[in-house]
Nanobody
Framework: QVQLVESGGGVVESGASLRLSCKASGFSLDHYAIAWFRQAPDHEEREGVSAISSSDNGTYYADSVKGRFTISRDTADNTVYLQMNSLKSEDTAIYYC???????????????????????????WGQGAQVTVSS
């Protein structure tokens, strides 16, 4: 069964850290660009947070998380991680990972954007992981 499963969410205080995992089953993440999106409470649209390319492991970070979040890929474990440090209350959201075999991350990143599901068809989505940061 092909699926992405997120884990690692939770409730933490402001300033704390969490590491989210996005584990693939049924396919190899090696040839996929992987992205993390989040949807904050009372927000209709998802926001692109970070992504890692399939070709050269190039990365993208939204301005709001630069210097605090780090995305990485573990090929052996078929998992992509999002290390989140110095968490703020505004990071509270449901975090989703998505995978796509065709996305050329460098093209989108050069325009400073990560396409959401309203702008681009991602091959696979996870079910989401809740992150709550209390101030």
């Amino acid at each position: 069964q092909v699926q992405l499963v997120e884990s690692g969410g939770g409730v933490v205080e402001s300033g704390a850290s969490l590491r989210l995992s996005c584990k693939a089953s049924g396919f190899s993440l090696d040839h996929y660009a992987i992205a993390w999106f989040r949807q904050a409470p009372d927000h209709e649209e998802r926001e692109g947070v970070s992504a890692i390319s399939s070709s050269d492991n190039g990365t993208y970070y939204a301005d709001s998380v630069k210097g605090r979040f780090t995305i990485s890929r573990d090929t052996a474990d078929n998992t992509v991680y999002l290390q989140m440090n110095s968490l703020k209350s505004e990071d509270t959201a449901i975090y989703y990972c998505a995978a796509d075999s065709q996305l050329i991350l460098s093209v989108w990143a050069s325009h400073g954007i990560l396409p959401t599901d309203t702008e681009y068809h991602w091959d696979y989505w996870g079910q989401g992981a809740q992150v709550t940061v209390s101030s």
